[in-house]
């Protein structure tokens, strides 16, 4: 039977993603069995005169079309691990302390494999049905990364179908250069068929806290503090930070599903009495287990006492690990009964160095956003670029330490003009971190010309351009990035003569 599948239904899926912002049509679908049938796409493709563009599709969770292949085949990497919960594609090694997962699985599916034996992933993204090849394209970033780097910082090895054909097993030994290349690559030089992910010791429990803080200057100390070694050990495992504008936490339905409703009633008065547009949260997240169940609350008050958190606001919940990794599943749940998932999400993702966050919080949350209203998430928490290996094709800002602030906004019921004006917002954003020289580079980048990716890779891009040059020489990978200029054609593939051409192991 034909791996490319054509019809409509299947066509129009992969024609859009999770931001419902660009839209571009495939020519076809492809969906291997095996890791092999991807060399044997590419090659095909690489057989034609003009070859057709290959983008794979993780769960298409991304924003601005990065999943996408206008013309070309969009690889579905679901159907390599047949969307099941726990299967053949996910290995973990105990006494290794790894997983071998394939590039298409869900976070949460090798969250359960890794648990089985008591073992878990050190890094997470706060959205766990995202695939293991997407977000080691882009970081994977998350409240762990402060400790253990992002996600691409916890790989031991790599299979990589690359944009030549060949089916290569990368580490930081073996093929050092493709290894470092794919890392927060984009999609750009192999798609990512295994992963070997480095696990630790499960924990059973957290303590899950969120602590309010009403001016920037005592939330950003306390965060950067808890980022620093001083506390590694006694500190928490976890360290993320949201903003409120004008109440948009407390009010309306995208209240999280944290507080209860006499904490929004107490956190209302707070915004009130304080008059502040923005109201701070740090979130952060204690482990324990039957071990350390009789010393953590010790340990969290002796923590909470170096904080300056606004007195008496401070909120402590108690959740299974799974429960609070899942989080954001629940949310889902709750967003897609309100209607509210499938809309619109200009996201927009920055790191900003430490020593301007101040600066960013005046002109941005007290300035561009000060009367917005917005109907999502505003995202602020700090990490130390020392977790970063430098040598991956990720980029971040030179400082020690950087925030990774999200503008996770989604236009919902507001007709078009709701959407027009996030962007429109988003880039005046862009454009006053440009004037004041914040020197900040977009995660999940997105870039509308040559200049500005030359510009967001920087000192890296001359290396990035030879080894896309090495690595897919033809730019047929992930088009959707748009970073180099496809010299691809429309796929016209007959659905048998691919079919034909796949193998089957
Ligand atoms: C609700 C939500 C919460 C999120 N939270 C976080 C977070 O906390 N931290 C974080 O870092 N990110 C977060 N993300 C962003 C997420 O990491 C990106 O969307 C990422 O692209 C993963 O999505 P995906 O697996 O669906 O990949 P896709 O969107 O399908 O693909 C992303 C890019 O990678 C390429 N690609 C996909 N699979 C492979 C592969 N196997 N090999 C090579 N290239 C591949 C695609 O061609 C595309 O260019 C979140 C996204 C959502 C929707």
Known sequence: MSKIRTDHDTTTEASSDFGHIVEAT???VF???FPADIVTLIRFSLSQPTPFAVAPRGKGHSSQGQALAPGGIVVDMQALGDGRRTNHRVAVLFDEMYVDAGGEQLWINVLHAALEHGLTPCVWTDYLRITVGGTLSNAGIGGQAFRHGPQISNVHELDVV?????MITCSPEVNPALFFAVLGGLGQFGVITRARIRLERAPKRVKWVRLAYSDVHSFTTDQELLISKRTSGSG???VEG????????TEGHKSSSFFSASDLARLTGLTVETGSVTIYYIEGAMYYDEDTAASVDQKLEALLEELSFVTGFVFVRDASYVEFLDRVGREEQNLRSAGAWDVPHPWLNLFVPRSRIVDFDAGVFKGILRDAN???LILIYPMNKDKWDDRMTAVTPEEDVFYAVGLLRSAVGRGEGDLEQLERENAAVLEFCDRAGIGCKQYLPHHASLDGWRRHFGAKWGRVAELKARYDPRAILSPGQGIFPPATA???VEPSAA???TASS
């Open 236 to 238: 928490f495992d976890y």
């Open 26 to 28: 495939p020519s076809g």
């Open 242 to 249: 949201q903003v409120q504008l004008n109440r948009t936490l």
């Open 499 to 501: 079919g034909a051409h």
């Open 490 to 492: 429309a796929a016209s």
């Open 162 to 166: 690359t944009g030549t054909g060949e």
């Open 31 to 33: 969906h291997p069995t």
């Open 374 to 376: 917005p109907v999502g």
